[in-house]
Nanobody
Framework: QLQLVESGGGLVQPGGTLRLSCAAS????????IGWFRQAPGKEREGVSC????????NYADSVKGRFTISRDNAKNTVYLQMNSLKPEDTAVYYCAAVYGSRWCPEVGMNYWGKGTLVTVSS
């Protein structure tokens, strides 16, 4: 079974910090670019960040640039999203997804998706 499992979501106050994890089982992430996506209530899913298979290339949505950091530890088969200075507009279900043999994360082309973890930023 090829699975991605997100964890680390929860309720935080504005300005707070969370670290999300995306752990793979049944396959190795070594050859996959990994993306984080999010979907807020009533809105379409959007890309948040992407990291290449070796971690040499990263990108971020303008809305999170400077606040979020994506990283990976291939030895642990895990990708992380460090989220600092959280804002209410960051509230969403966050998903990780994997795409084989790509340097970037085209949403329509992602091969595997996790089930998501809910991040709520509210006072």
């Amino acid at each position: 079974q090829l699975q991605l499992v997100e964890s680390g979501g929860g309720l935080v106050q504005p300005g707070g910090t969370l670290r999300l994890s995306c752990a793979a089982s049944g396959f190795t992430l070594d050859y996959y670019a990994i993306g984080w996506f999010r979907q807020a209530p009533g809105k379409e899913r959007e890309g948040v960040s992407c990291i290449s298979s070796r971690g040499s290339t990263t990108n971020y949505a303008d809305s999170v640039k400077g606040r979020f950091t994506i990283s990976r530890d291939n030895a642990k088969n895990t990708v992380y999203l460090q989220m600092n200075s959280l804002k209410p507009e960051d509230t969403a279900v966050y998903y990780c997804a994997a795409v084989y043999g790509s340097r970037w994360c085209p949403e329509v082309g992602m091969n595997y998706w996790g089930k998501g973890t809910l991040v709520t930023v509210s006072s």
